[in-house]
């Protein structure tokens, strides 16, 4: 988080590297939203996605009867994004004469549309982004070497989601909220079980595989179910929340057990309410215990919110 905002105060350019599904485009979006250029575009394009015979017209833009079928001037997506942030997605498919494009783009702050002889100034804040290491394909000659150094000002590399397993009940929680919403359920909250199974499993397709994981679990839940066990779980997953166990936690004794049981008692609202987004509520439901009870053992334990 510290990094994202320290790229977001000063106008670099960004380099993400990560595995694909690890939430590049949402760094990206984040980065753009805390930026000075909020109030412009933020503009994504997958260069693995469009034809190679259309990706220069769709950055660059072309000028009526640059070729078969222009019949009026277009802007590409860096004009369209002028002012703002474009983020490129899979930099790494981007052609090697495309390159040369961009490379003068970011020396020059102009381009030149397809088929024009004019050169147009803009002022385009660049997030780049690659599944791949970006300095293998520069020794193997995929990937220009003065652009990657060009590109590589600030760059920030993205763990796998199980290398931040502690951001999974974040993101849990809010793909939560966002598909109940839109699916119009009553789904509030994660068990507590199933909420440890998220944290535990590995996700090899990483922050996209966990949203649809939990699109699937609303789709499957009632209507007015408002927590989210598993026994809406799938056969398969059913299978695999018996062989995850979580590591035993060795709890140190220190003093009367009365002490040690009232610390351990602590930890364990501390972290559900935490998970909760501070909601007693919620968290009230998840222990099996009554709102009151919950104000109570907050007041006695002396529990904080944490920053």
């Not at 660059?60 to 009026?72: D, P, Q, R, V, Y």
């Not at 397709?205 to 609303?218: A, D, K, S, Y």
């Not at 009232?262 to 099996?288: F, G, H, P």
């Amino acid at each position: 988080m510290t990094t994202i905002e320290s790229s977001s105060k000063c106008d670099v350019r960004v380099l993400l590297e990560g595995g694909s599904g690890t939430g590049k485009e949402l760094i990206a979006k984040a980065i753009h939203q805390c930026s000075s250029r909020v109030q412009n575009k933020f503009i994504a394009v997958d260069c693995g996605a469009i034809p190679a015979n259309l990706i220069e017209s769709e950055l660059f833009g072309h000028i009526k009867g640059a070729f078969t079928g222009a019949a009026a001037y277009r802007k590409g997506l860096l004009e369209e994004a002028n002012g703002g942030t474009l983020f490129m997605d899979e930099i790494t498919n981007l052609p090697l004469e495309l390159q040369v494009k961009l490379l003068r783009m970011l020396q020059e702050g102009e381009i030149r549309p397809l088929g024009s002889n004019e050169s147009r100034k803009i002022d385009v804040r660049i997030i780049a982004a690659s599944s791949a290491s970006l300095r293998p394909m520069v020794a193997a000659g995929k990937f220009r070497e003065d652009l990657f150094y060009r590109l590589y000002v600030y760059p920030i590399p993205i763990p796998t989601l199980a290398d931040r397993r502690e951001d999974i009940p974040i993101l849990s929680n809010y793909f939560l909220k966002i598909i109940s919403r839109k699916q119009k359920k009553n789904a509030e909250i994660f068990h507590e079980e199933l909420l440890e199974f998220l944290k535990l499993r590995d996700w090899p397709g990483n922050i996209r595989e966990l949203e649809n994981f939990v699109e699937r679990l609303v789709t499957l839940a009632p209507h007015d179910a408002e927590v989210l066990d598993r026994n809406l779980l799938p056969e398969e997953f059913r299978r695999e929340i018996e062989n995850i166990k979580p590591a035993p936690e060795k709890i140190v004794s220190k003093g009367p057990l009365k002490k040690v049981l009232s610390d351990y008692e602590k930890q364990v609202i501390q972290q559900v309410l935490t998970d909760c987004d501070w909601n007693q509520s919620k968290a009230a439901r998840i222990l099996n215990i009554s709102e009151h009870a919950m104000r109570y053992k907050i007041d006695k334990l002396k529990i904080k919110k944490t920053a």
